[in-house]
């Protein structure tokens, strides 16, 4: 009866823990933290631009030093499905309430939109990440993009 019931824990204790591992098939959340950076954001600020029209651009600063006000700085971090998390900073440095340089990850764009080409590119990125969230969830990602099609009667409806 003690054997059988240290077997018991026993069993009981490895598929809890089993549970707990990186077990196949198990999905895996996309993780995102911070503040959301984008191109775009950054392309907007220019110098001498106000503490509040900077906050109004980019929103409010995940971090703000204790020892020197004038720097803010805003971080996002991602990682998908349990794979590297990536980290992208931008400080940002104020003098007398303007805004006077950026450091980090990003650069601005001097005001050039994206190019056609990148246009393409990201809309061909996006779609990917779409297609294998599909495939994820067992859609036909062939099939999903088709075009709709009409059911039934054109002139249901409509006056003879």
């Known amino acids: 009866m ?3 019931l240290k077997q018991g824990l026993f069993g009981l204790t490895l598929a809890t823990l089993a549970g707990c591992s990186g ?3 198990v999905h895996k959340i996309d993780i ?3 503040n959301v950076i984008t191109q775009e954001m950054v392309d907007q600020l220019r110098p001498g631009m106000t503490e509040r029209q900077v906050r109004f651009v980019m929103g409010t600063p995940l971090l703000v030093s204790t020892f020197n006000p ?3 700085d805003y971080i996002y971090s991602t990682q998908r499905g ?7 900073i931008l400080s940002i440095f104020f003098e007398n309430g303007e805004l006077r340089q950026l450091a980090g990850d990003y650069r601005p764009n001097s005001g050039i939109s994206l190019t056609e080409q ?3 590119q990201r809309t061909e990125e996006l779609l990917q990440d779409l297609t294998e969230e599909q495939k994820a969830k067992g859609v036909d990602p062939a099939a999903a993009s088709q075009e709709p099609r009409e059911i039934g009667s054109p002139n249901i409806g409509t006056p003879q």
């Open 2 to 4: 003690y054997n059988l």
């Open 23 to 25: 077990f196949p098939g």
């Open 32 to 34: 995102h933290q911070g």
């Open 70 to 72: 004038n720097r803010w």
């Open 82 to 88: 349990g794979n590297e998390r990536s980290q992208q």
């Open 118 to 120: 990148q246009q393409r």
